[in-house]
């Protein structure tokens, strides 16, 4: 079943840039940048992207970033992700960044920064599609090191929406990270974090009370609590699901397991997104493809769920009109 919204205006606010290197492009870079990968091939690259948890997916996210060295390599893999976004309709998109990811290897933070940027911007000159970024810290390394990252940001906060918490979940409370979070709401970033993906509700629940949240990334885990979700439907706090995600991560078993239409139906703010699309097995099209065939959603339930998309985006209410106006009287 195709999704019937493929023409419809959609936004996108749960993606990792570097989730979005395709096989193709890592083989590409590794050779422009003479870097020996373990894969000889792109066949050899998508036969590992077998995974049993986040943790063993990460381990070859982590692997697979190497290959990006150069602000036109950040450039080159954010432009592939926004005409992907044009062939789909993803008119917004707010995307995560991990600076830590590459910093840490030498890279500095403004080559990072400087080559995704000036393709957000070449996005909504040549193809339309207004964006925001968010820079997520990673929550297996330590506060300490996540302040250090967000002191290189400042100069650069004009450009950056937002700051986010991503990374192994496990073991890694958002408490961990509370005055991180003080210090960025204090020089005007918004805040988002994963949390409910591996991690229990209480991870949801600080994300709230302590890093002061104005999005919980994934959150699929609220259901176990009823009083955090009769919250997050009082607040209309928005979940930014990733179903194909999900399943390829076994927080699912299937996608008929899936629990977004229970959410749905208890009057979540729930959003569809593709988190690493590259890893994963597909972009927002296919994950609203792949949802409406296994949990018989109707036209009126994928058409809220695009609604959603842009209600929940830290775009203004006069910037969202438009796209919500389209979508009223959709399908």
Not at 11 to 25: K, Q, R, T
Not at 295 to 313: E, G, H
């Amino acid at each position: 079943m195709r999704s019937p919204l493929p023409t419809l205006p959609k936004a996108e606010l749960h993606i990792h840039i570097e989730g979005s290197l395709e096989p193709e492009m890592m083989i590409d870079l590794a050779q422009r940048n003479r870097i020996t990968l373990p894969y000889e091939s792109v066949e050899a690259v998508r036969a590992a992207y077998q995974f049993e948890n986040l943790q063993s997916f990460l381990d070859l996210y982590y692997a697979g970033a190497q290959v990006l060295q150069t602000e036109q390599d950040f450039y080159d893999l954010t432009w592939a992700y926004l005409q992907k976004c044009a062939a789909q309709r993803v008119c917004h998109t707010e995307i995560f960044f991990d600076p830590q990811t590459h910093t840490d290897r030498g890279i500095p933070f403004e080559v990072v920064h400087g080559g995704i940027s000036q393709a957000l911007k070449d996005g909504k000159n040549q193809l339309g599609i207004s964006s925001g970024l968010i820079l997520c810290f990673l929550r297996h390394l330590s506060a300490e090191a996540a302040m250090a990252t967000l002191e290189q940001a400042l100069p650069y906060r004009d450009s950056i929406i937002a700051v986010g918490l991503d990374s192994s979940e496990l073991g890694h409370p958002p408490v961990k990270f509370q005055s991180v979070f003080d210090r960025a709401r204090a020089e005007g970033f918004l805040t988002v974090a994963h949390a409910g993906e591996e991690g229990p509700p209480d991870y949801i629940w600080q994300a709230i009370r302590l890093l002061k949240v104005a999005r919980i990334d994934h959150g699929v885990r609220c259901v176990e609590d009823p009083a955090l979700v009769d919250y997050l439907v009082d607040h209309q706090i928005p979940l930014t699901v990733c179903p194909l995600s999900n399943v390829k991560l076994c927080v699912f078993q299937s996608m008929a397991d899936h629990n977004l239409k229970q959410l749905m139906d208890l009057g979540l703010c729930v959003t569809v997104n593709s988190d690493d699309p590259a890893y994963f097995g597909g972009y927002v099209e296919e994950n609203y493809t792949a949802i409406a065939a296994a949990l018989a959603l109707t036209p009126k339930d994928l058409r809220q769920l695009a609604q959603n998309s842009f209600k929940a985006s830290f775009l203004s209410s006069a910037e969202q009109q438009p796209y919500l106006d389209a979508l009223a009287t959709a399908l």
